[in-house]
C-alpha cells in the first residue's frame, strides 16, 4: 500500500473541490507514489487539513493538451490556468472520482503525523492517512478506510518504471479500483 498524498491547496479551490464544480486538481509536479487518496491542507487563512478527495487518475501532459481536455473540470478561467503554469512545459491533471469535507478541520501538529505544511504536496504514510481519516468519526470515514486498507491504488506505466507516450501524447499514472 502506498499511502495517501497531502495537497496543499488555496481554500477557494478546495470549496469548488467539495462543492463538484472542480472535479480536476492542476498541479506543476507529478507524484511519483501512486495512491487513490489524497487529503486537502487549505492554505492561509484556514491552514488546516480539511478533507480527502478520492483520486481516478492521474495525467502529465503540455499545458495546451491539458487545457484541451480538462477545462471544463478545472475550476479556473484560462487566464488562471495560464498564469500559473507560466514557464512550465508540464501540466498534471490530479482527476477527482469523489470528495469528503471533514466535519472538523485538523491542524497540523506532530501528534497526528505531520507537522509542517507541504509546499505542493507529500507522501502521507497509510498508518497517518488512517488516523486523519479515523479523526473524523464519522460514517462516511469507514469507506474510506476499507479503500485504503485494501491497497486499491496501482501505478500503471506502459514500460515498466517509465510511463511511456500514450496514443493522444500524454504520459499516464493511471490509479485504478480493482
Avoid at 11 to 17: G, H
Avoid at 128 to 146: M, N, P
Wanted: charged fraction near 25%; include cysteine; charge should be positive.
Amino acid at each position: 500500500m502506498s499511502g495517501a498524498i497531502l495537497f496543499s491547496i488555496k481554500t477557494e479551490f478546495a470549496e469548488r473541490i467539495y462543492s463538484g464544480s472542480k472535479r480536476t486538481e492542476l498541479r506543476r509536479n507529478c507524484p511519483s507514489r501512486a495512491s487513490q487518496i489524497a487529503f486537502l491542507y487549505e492554505t492561509k487563512p484556514r491552514s488546516a487539513i480539511t478533507g480527502a478527495i478520492q483520486i481516478a487518475r492521474i495525467r502529465r501532459d503540455t499545458p495546451a493538451a491539458t487545457w484541451a481536455r480538462s477545462s471544463s473540470t478545472l475550476g479556473i478561467s484560462r487566464s488562471q490556468f495560464d498564469s500559473y503554469l507560466r514557464g512550465s512545459s508540464l501540466a498534471v491533471s490530479v482527476e477527482i472520482s469523489r470528495s469528503m469535507r471533514f466535519d472538523r478541520s485538523i491542524a497540523l501538529h506532530a501528534d497526528i503525523g505531520v507537522s509542517a505544511a507541504p509546499q505542493s504536496f507529500c507522501y502521507l504514510s497509510e498508518r497517518v492517512a488512517a488516523r486523519l481519516l479515523e479523526l473524523q468519526g464519522v460514517e462516511s470515514s469507514k469507506t474510506w478506510l476499507r479503500a485504503l486498507h485494501a491497497g486499491l491504488a496501482t501505478m500503471e506505466s506502459y514500460s515498466g518504471q517509465e510511463a511511456a507516450r500514450g496514443s493522444t501524447g500524454e504520459d499516464d499514472i493511471a490509479v485504478y479500483a480493482r
